[in-house]
């Protein structure tokens, strides 16, 4: 079985939805993050850099290009090197919203 590629088509609304996604500043996860955005779910923007996932956060706001409604993006510090940041990152998302719709 060969190696493909597909970008995804869903044009479903994810409103009301919360939506965890790691790896946020750069390529697939801030594509997948905008995804949802425009699709109107609050996206929790799980990064180790924070100065980072808020110039992603920017460049996703400024780039979207849909007229529907938009989601939220909130971040949130996550090293998934570190158990204990792990842990801190799950009982602050936690402790805002009552589930995870999207991980």
Do not use: H, W, Y
Not at 33 to 57: L, S, T, Y
Not at 82 to 91: D, F, G, H, I, Y
Request: with cysteine; net charge neutral; proline share 2%.
């Amino acid at each position: 079985m060969g190696f493909f590629s597909a970008v995804c088509t869903s044009t479903a609304r994810l409103d009301g939805k919360t939506a965890v996604t790691t790896g946020c500043n750069t390529g697939i996860g801030k594509v997948t993050a905008k995804d949802f955005f425009e699709r109107g779910a609050g996206v929790i923007m799980a990064c180790r850099d924070k100065q980072k996932a808020a110039a992603a956060a920017d460049d996703i706001k400024s780039s979207c290009q849909s007229t529907a409604k938009l989601g939220e993006l909130v971040i949130e510090p996550l090293d998934l090197t570190s158990l204990q940041s792990v842990r801190n990152c799950a009982n602050a998302i936690l402790s805002k919203e009552p589930s995870i719709d999207l991980l």
